[in-house]
């Protein structure tokens, strides 16, 4: 199984911060990486795959970017709605692995 | 815009079969361009996929639940089903159905259902 590990494992932030998270994968996985944010008790919802596309709907302050086997998902300036967990996923290989997380929280 | 339900008992006792369904709307599981997947969460942790089906009824699963784990589809009532059997404390999680949009090696999920604890306890 490929392992992703996320760093870090929560971070403290203000509104209007940039924030960046890194997703690691064991073993290369060329650029299939989803990145997903969850809100407390509610579902994850996808923000971005295959690494950098911006699925639709998704503010333009996220970004994604990395390709092999390190990867980074960016938020441009912190707004009160992004206080929440965000997972990567490869999607290169089964079984389909998900990073254990990095919680945003208010500073 | 499709979304997906999750429904089913909340509480299972040890030793016993999870089942769970998730119903489809907006959409049709007859896409022959979708999976359909369970991806399930412990209290507190992370994320887990159990494994997916095609319309067409061909399956994927994690290695670490293959030998309990069932999947199906139900075309004609727009539903796909999970079944676990044999569970213990471990199984407890929230569960979740969702659609894959495929990838070559696999894919990603978009969207979710909203999700439904199930609690393994006597």
């Known amino acids: 199984d490929i392992q992703m590990t996320q760093s870090p494992s929560s971070v403290s932030a203000s509104i209007g911060d940039r924030v960046t998270i890194t997703c690691r994968a064991s073993q290369g996985i060329s650029s299939w990486l989803a990145w997903y944010q969850q809100k407390p008790g509610k579902a994850p919802y996808l923000l971005i795959y295959a690494a950098s596309s911006l699925q639709s709907g998704v503010p333009s302050r996220f970004s994604g970017s990395g390709s092999g086997t390190d990867f980074t998902l960016t938020i441009s300036s912190l707004q009160p709605e992004d206080f929440a967990t965000y997972s990567c996923?490869?999607?290169?290989?089964?079984?389909?692995?998900f990073g254990g997380g990095t919680k945003v929280e208010i500073k | 815009q499709v979304q997906l339900q999750e429904s089913g008992p909340g509480l299972v006792k040890p030793s016993e079969t999870l089942s769970l369904t998730c119903t489809v709307s907006?959409?049709?599981?007859?896409?022959?361009?979708?999976?359909w997947s369970w991806i399930r969460q412990p209290p507190g942790k992370g994320l887990e996929w159990i494994g997916h089906?095609?319309?067409?009824?061909?399956?994927n699963y994690n290695p670490s639940l293959k030998s309990r784990v069932t999947i199906s589809v139900d075309t004609s009532k727009n539903q796909f089903s999970l079944k676990l059997n044999s569970v213990t404390a471990a199984d407890t999680a929230v569960y979740y159905c969702?659609?894959?949009?495929?990838?070559?090696?696999?894919?990603?999920?978009?969207?979710w259902g909203q999700g439904t604890l199930v609690t393994v306890s006597s």
């Open positions: 089906i095609s319309y067409s009824g061909t399956t």
């Open positions: 969702a659609r894959v949009v495929p990838a070559p090696g696999g894919g990603w999920f978009d969207p």
């Open positions: 996923q490869q999607a290169n290989s089964f079984p389909l692995t």
């Open positions: 907006g959409g049709s599981v007859r896409s022959g361009i979708y999976y």
